[in-house]
């Protein structure tokens, strides 16, 4: 149980296009969701956190007008990096979790490559 | 500020070897502990997890964590590791009121067949 389902696993995308990436929890109901980057040989650097039906948390740093979160349902957060440039290419990881005293769940990442 | 920090960047054992990787954590009350493994083109999954009780926790594949409270420490420990084992390890910590959990910086093992 508890899977997490991240798609697509990986983009290759010219520069300035925006990319949409789905994380869906599969067989249990997420009242969280949080989105990761991870860069080569570096830690998971949280970018945000988000709730259904609310807005989300952004962590200090991340611009939230260029990575747009969206937790419309209980299994369903998006994230959509917008005119995207070369250095927003890098590894990117959502999980989710049931509730606050629960271990986060990880998708399979997803591998974004701006040209 | 809360942090989770791991000492060892990269660890090489030969099978067989016994396994100890460091993991401590600064929060100002109560901590859940987790350790995560993400073995080559993965996902992160759960090893272990730490919420109260018995501080010697074990979880799959043979690992266990002791939490040591006098410490700060949550090490993780296998005493005899398999070249299977050869994955990036991640400890992981969120304070008991919520919150977003923090990740150390992650030790790679590599165990040599």
């Known amino acids: 149980g508890a899977v997490v389902s991240q798609h697509p696993s990986r983009v290759i995308c010219k520069s300035g296009t925006s990319v949409k990436i789905e994380c869906r929890s599969l067989d249990f109901q997420a009242t969280t969701m949080f989105w990761y980057r991870q860069f080569p040989k570096k830690s998971l650097m949280l970018m945000a956190t988000?709730?259904?039906?609310?807005?989300?948390?952004?962590e200090q740093g991340v611009e939230k007008d260029k990575f747009l979160i969206n937790h419309a349902s209980l299994t369903l957060s998006t994230l959509t990096v917008t005119s995207a440039h070369p250095e927003d290419s890098s590894f990117y990881i959502c999980s989710a979790r049931t509730g606050m005293d629960q271990p986060q769940h990880f998708g399979d990442g997803t591998r974004l490559s701006i040209l | 500020a809360q942090s989770v920090s791991q000492h060892n960047h990269h660890v090489i054992l030969s099978e067989a070897a016994s396994l100890e990787l460091g993991c401590n954590y600064s929060?100002?009350?109560?901590?859940?502990l987790f350790w995560y493994v993400q073995y080559p083109g993965q996902h992160l999954q759960l090893l272990l997890k730490?919420?109260?009780?018995?501080?010697l926790v074990k979880g799959i594949k043979g690992f266990e964590a002791e939490f040591i409270k006098s410490k700060f420490s949550f090490n993780l420990r296998k005493p005899s590791v398999q070249w299977s084992d050869t994955a990036e390890y991640f400890c992981?910590?969120?304070?008991?009121?919520?919150?977003?959990?923090?990740f150390g910086q992650g030790t790679e093992l590599s165990v040599k067949p």
């Open positions: 992981a910590g969120v304070g008991n009121q919520g919150g977003k959990l923090i």
């Open positions: 929060y100002g009350g109560t901590v859940n």
């Open positions: 730490y919420f109260s009780g018995d501080p």
């Open positions: 988000s709730n259904e039906g609310s807005k989300a948390t952004y």
